[in-house]
């Protein structure tokens, strides 16, 4: 029995891997002068992040394009450092939602675009764990575990809405020319179980998908600056041999029986959105090809863009 609830609590940690980048809440500072900036400077926040680490490696591996990491800690700039070779020109040490919008705009000083990898974390708490195996033993029913935020102001209205569009706002004051963000499939079902997490007794705290869609619908008004929007479905950190994209809009992916993708595919994906000006908006998974050649095949993303009357809804 205590088995099957860890398996149900898995499963649940899993759904909401997304949500892999936190804040301390510290005031901001620069590891280095910035120098020697290019047209295609690439600001990544929440590059300390699981998913962002690896669009800060993609893009660090790409000549089109020179990244610089934001990130929370000394901890996660030297792992920028050690893992992908970043300067300490590529590296910015900051607090997306304490510092203002002046900080944060000089942050994005002579870059092309931005990389929103940000979102609040949800954590288990371990006492929900021994309530559920109780009910367990005393065939009541379980319910699901509870979780709290990473930190005391890390809750989603304050991180993916307040501190996105504070970003959004900064890279239109600083001339970004686009802005690509890493978002969550679900936006469009307000009774999905990601919004439930961290929501205390009065109604706050929880609401992550309903907030990054409001952020998202800010982010799509604003017409100085071009923008993708990518939700992929669950995030696994490690892909099957061979592999192609599924896009869709609206959720329609979400009534798939399988409807996961692997973090480095969805980086992959999310440095090609660079690569164009036209604004973009979908849901993504992976599918496996059985006896298929080796890697990621993306073809599906140049026909879901040739197809104009899918359009996500707002």
Not at 78 to 99: E, H, M, P, V, W
């Given at each position: 029995m205590k088995t099957h609830v860890l398996a149900i609590v898995a499963i649940l940690l899993i759904s909401?891997?997304?949500?892999?980048?936190?804040?301390?809440?510290?005031?901001?500072?620069?590891?280095?002068?910035q120098s020697g900036l290019s047209a295609q400077r690439v600001i990544v926040t929440g590059a300390g992040g699981k998913t962002g680490q690896l669009v800060f490696e993609q893009l660090q591996a790409s000549s089109e394009f020179t990244p610089v990491g934001v990130v929370r800690s000394e901890k996660k700039a030297?792992?920028?450092?050690?893992?992908?070779?970043?300067?300490?020109?590529?590296?910015?040490?900051?607090?997306?939602?304490?510092?203002d919008e002046s900080e944060t705009a000089g942050w994005m000083t002579d870059a092309y675009a931005l990389v929103v990898a940000t979102s609040a974390v949800p954590v288990l708490k371990k006492r929900s764990l021994v309530k559920m195996l109780a009910k367990k033993f005393t065939f009541q029913k379980v319910g699901r575990p509870e979780f709290r935020w990473s930190a005391p102001d890390g809750f989603p209205e304050n991180v993916d809405y307040k501190g996105q569009l504070k970003q959004f706002d900064a890279a239109v004051s600083a001339g970004v020319k686009r802005i690509v963000v890493c978002s969550s499939m679900g936006g469009t079902q307000e009774d999905n179980f990601l919004n439930s997490i961290g929501k205390q007794e009065d109604g706050s705290g929880g609401d992550i998908l309903k907030w990054k869609r409001k952020a998202e619908q800010y982010l799509v008004r604003l017409k100085e600056v071009s923008h993708s929007i990518v939700h992929p479905g669950g995030l696994?950190?490690?892909?099957v041999p061979s592999r192609k994209l599924v896009v869709d809009v609206n959720d329609a992916l979400l009534e798939r029986k399988k409807r996961q993708i692997y973090r480095g595919d969805v980086a992959?994906?999310?440095?090609?959105?660079?690569?164009?000006?036209?604004?973009?908006?979908?849901?993504?998974?992976?599918?496996?090809?059985?006896?298929?050649?080796?890697?990621?095949?993306?073809?599906?993303?140049?026909?879901?863009?040739?197809?104009?009357e899918k359009i996500y809804a707002y």
């Open positions: 909401i891997d997304v949500f892999s980048e936190g804040f301390s809440f510290s005031k901001s500072r620069r590891v280095g002068a030297k792992l920028l450092r050690t893992k992908y070779f970043a300067t300490n020109d590529q590296i910015i040490i900051g607090d997306i939602c304490s510092s696994t950190n490690k892909p992959a994906v999310m440095v090609d959105q660079l690569r164009k000006t036209d604004n973009n908006v979908f849901d993504i998974v992976s599918e496996e090809v059985e006896g298929g050649e080796e890697g990621f095949d993306m073809g599906a993303m140049g026909e879901f863009e040739k197809q104009k």
